[in-house]
Each structure stands twice: as C-alpha cells, then as structure tokens.
C-alpha cells in the first residue's frame, strides 16, 4: 500500500501540521495520530494532535498522550494544515468551523464524505495505524519504540488484537516489525483489555443482565441511571458488545447506549462475513465498518430496537 | 530454530508414527498433533493420534479433529514409533503403560522429565505448535489449508492470541505465513472465543458477581447451586478468572470452584512478571506456569480464602 504520491510531497513540502481525529478516540484515533505526529518531528517538522473529547484513562499509557489538546485554535487563527486522521469530515471531528489552509483526509472508513484536498481513503486498510506506518516509511522516518507502540495499539485496537477477519499477512508483518522496533505486545494488551476500574465492572454485569436475544442478534443497552448507579463513565463501555458477540448462536451485538431520554448511540458488532453492520448503520445515518459499526437514534427504546431488528432481518 | 538432525532423519526414515498429546488437551496439543499427523500423511507416511480426553466441543472445529481416539493399543501390539506432544512424560499424555519401539518428545514445556530416546524441547517457543512448523518445513511438507488452521490454533491458544509476553516477531510471521497457507484468523478466533452458550454467560455473571478484592486479589466463587441454577458445566468455567484479571488494580486472579460441600478446586491467574502462581499452587500441592496455576483444597471457603491470600502476602 503506497501513499498517493501528491501527500507524500505535501508531507514533505510543508512544515506544520494540526492532525484531529474523531470524537471518542479510539486506540486507532490516538495511536495514529501520535506516531504521526512523532514521526512529523523526527524529521524536523511541526505537528499538533487534538481531540475534542479526552484520551481515554486505558490509552493514557500511549507515548507522548499528554499532548493531545482538547481545545481549537479560535476562528481568526489561520492552521495552514489540517490532517483529518481515522475519519472523513469535520463533523465526526467535533470541529464546527475551523480556518485551515489545505485540508486532508487519512482514513479507512467505507464512508467517503468528499471532504478533504487530499484525500487517501482505504477501507481495505485494516487500521489508519497501517496506512500512517506506510506513509511514514515513506517519508524516511526512523520507527522509534514510542512510535510503533503507537502504532502498534493502533492496529491491535481496530484487529481485536488479530482476532478479526481484517488480520491480513501484511497486519501480523507489520506488527512483527513494529515489536522489532520496540513495541511490547503483552504490555500494549494488559493496558488495552486489563486496565478496568471496578465502577467499569459493575457496569458490565448491568449491561449484560439485560441481554435479550432474537433470533442471531444480541441487544443490550446501558442506561443513565446504570452510569449514575455504579459511577462508570461513556468511554467504559468501549467493547461491551463484544461480551455478548461470545454467544455461539449471536452473530450480531448491539448496545444501545441511552445518551438522553428517547435517545441513543446505538453500536453494532458482527461476525465473520455473514452480516456488513456498517450497511445497517448507514441506513441510519451512521457508519463503521463491516463488523463493528454505529449509528444515533432519537426513538423510545423498544421502538429503536424492533427498527434494527427489522433492518437486520432485511439485510 | 531448526530441529535436530536426529529427529528429522527418525522421521525421513520411519513410516509408522503414534502421536501422544496431554490429557485434558488444549489447542496447542490437538493442534500440534493433527497438524504433524496430516503432515507425515502427505509424505506418504502413517500416523495415528491419541488423546485420553475427548477433544472439547469448541476444537471440534479443527480439520481432522474426529480421527483423534481416545483408546490405546493394548499392551501386546507393539507401536513401532511413540511421539509425545507437548508433554514430556507418558503420565501427563494420561498413559500407563504402551509397549513402543523409539520414543519421541517434542514439547515447549520447561520441565524436562528425561523421557524419550530422542528430546526436542525448547521452552523458548511460544507454542509446540511453533517447533511442528519448523519440523514440517524441514521435511519438505507443503502446507495444506488444514494443517495451517491446526497450526494457527495451536499457536493462538498458547499466545493468548497474540497477547502474551511470548509474541515474538517470529510468532507473528509465522502466523502470517499460515494465513497464506488457507488458516482463517477470524474463523479461528469465532471458534476458540465465541461460542458460549447462554448458559455460560448466565454462570459468569453469578461468578462476577460474587467478587471479593483484598489487595491487588480478586476472588470468585462458583458454587454447585450455580452449576444448577444456570444448567453451565464445568468445562465452562474455563478463562473465567480471566475476566477479573482485566481489572486494573488486580495482580492475581483467583477462582473457587465448589467441588463437594468444603472441597474446592481453586484457580489462579497472574499479571505480567509480578507474582509466579505456579509457586504458590505448589505450597498446597497443586501446580501450573508463571501466569495460570491451579490446586485443590479441602476447607471451608472463607478458611480456603483466607489461607490463600496469607501464602500470597508472604510470597
């Protein structure tokens, strides 16, 4: 996979960079955006990270996770660069209005926005972690230990750490690379899968209590009250359909998340390659990826539900 | 790693092999063996595979995996060529007595029992999975879709999927390899992680819910009443320990499974290179690795409970 040779000489030619990624950051959202960042520096440049929302507690572990900003530079500040990374548009940014000079998009998301200057879209990408590997190479960084731990969680995150049906040849190689370089495999997944607060527990057993199972499809749903109850927070519930994706006869997981009353984010986990949830999500206005997609739905909670239902069942 | 020169000659030369695995087998045990049979099959040679305990219900799914017998020869019909499979002794592959010709260990267990007219035992291999791929390689086997997804499996199961301290880079090209050789890391990973019955699911909660921390430990409890309340069997509470080792805060895991009324079979589970449970499961006669040991202990729970976390202050 070869960068686009119009950003490779972008990355050269210029000298400072304002790298976003999308709100709730995942390992992918971060960990690319910081080894890109790193990367942009070894080799003399400037590069800012920002995210609206904030680093999540189990990826403060990430190198050099401190500096991602949570603030905009203000309108009247021109960003001569604006690198969109692990999304395709400002809004998934949480940027509403921002005075930036050349615009480009690194994702591998299906969905194309059509934002961008420079756009470099690969869904066959298993992780924005391994296009930023490619582009780096390219541009003759030296992959220091903080940069392929970035990277490295990067592409553990969005593979289930190998486990999904994106786990390419060329993924395990690049790890085997990236752990060459100085990423620590047992490290990086302690601090991914085993980092819990017990409040993030009690949560899970909430959740999971509610399971409800028609026909292949497990739905489950985490209220305000839950969060209030056991003193958990959004970004605990990252995974939780992956508890219920376990079940033998479930081939689809969705968690429906209560964001306000009669409103929900709604996220969907499937197996293998009978079902492509993004499809799903689309059709509500969402989108993800073939086995874990999401969407936002204003509806009473049973309402929202026998919707999916009937959308999966068409599908 | 290349395998003596002894024991590719013993195989260029023999016809017939007999393939040995522990009792209670896991993925790198079946794996290993299935993979080995298929592959001394398509050079034109016999092998039979024996294990002493069923093959559980999720390893089903390995090609092959029907043709494991769970009964010996008797002890007149002479094996001309014993194999021994990750177990370096005939008591852990559950055999009495066998009236063999050469014997043949090929394990990645640190404990070397002095079995065997010929030994490969590397501890350094992340599984004994890894050591049939380099054996298979060396004796010119081309590596069919099946012998990958036995090797594969092997592999995963002893790395935790690639999340433990032994993923090497070499473990990961390896891998990598055997998907190109027709291995479906997803499939595999369905297999091994995602075919829970409700039941099991229904179990885990009661056990999450019983947890206890002192300490950096976590306890759980599951009890007969549970086994009858949610219909889940014993097998199914393997890797529950597992699930309150994610917590942060947590260094060793440890699971009370109620046997008879004051008789319990206690599972422990560590972290990274802090405390070595083999070390401790030894003190009350049981054993195990660094990372996952078990023992049994006759008492009352709250006695069993408190006795452990006293060995476990003082280790």
Chains 1, 2 share one sequence.
Request: aromatic share 8%; with cysteine.
């Amino acid at each position: 996979m070869r960068p686009p040779e119009e950003l490779l000489e972008f990355f050269r030619r210029e000298k400072k960079f304002f790298l976003a990624a999308h709100i709730n950051p995942d390992g992918d959202a971060i960990g690319s955006s910081l080894a890109l960042a790193l990367a942009l520096e070894s080799i003399g440049k400037e590069a800012e990270v920002y995210d609206k929302d904030p680093v999540p507690d189990f990826y403060m572990f990430l190198p050099t996770s401190e500096k991602v900003m949570a603030s905009l530079p203000d309108s009247k500040t021109k960003i001569p660069n604006l690198i969109l990374l692990d999304c395709g548009e400002l809004d998934r940014a949480g940027i509403k209005e921002i005075n930036c000079g050349t615009s480009v998009v690194i994702d591998h998301h299906e969905t194309e926005k059509g934002f961008g200057d420079i756009k470099w879209i690969k869904p066959e990408a298993a992780a924005t972690g391994i296009m930023v590997f490619y582009l780096i190479k390219e541009l003759g960084v030296k992959i220091t230990p903080d940069i392929a731990t970035n990277l490295y969680t990067a592409i553990a995150i969005d593979t289930g750490t190998f486990r999904y049906s994106n786990t390419a040849p060329e993924v395990l190689r690049i790890a085997a690379e990236l752990i060459e370089s100085g990423a620590d495999p047992s490290l990086i997944a302690e601090n991914i899968y085993e980092t819990w607060t017990e409040n993030r527990l009690r949560l899970l057993l909430k959740v999971l209590n509610t399971i409800e199972i028609q026909n292949d499809v497990a739905i489950t749903i985490v209220t305000l009250d839950m969060f209030r109850e056991t003193g958990a927070v959004v970004s605990d519930t990252e995974n939780f359909p992956g508890f219920t994706r376990m079940l033998k006869n479930v081939n689809v997981a969705a968690l429906f998340r209560e964001v306000e009353k009669d409103y929900f984010k709604v996220s969907l986990r499937s197996k293998g390659r009978k079902l492509n949830v993004a499809k799903i999500a689309e059709k509500f206005g969402g989108g993800g990826h073939r086995n874990a997609a999401g969407y936002r739905v204003r509806a009473d909670f049973n309402i929202a539900k026998d919707v999916l239902l009937k959308a999966i069942k068409e599908a």
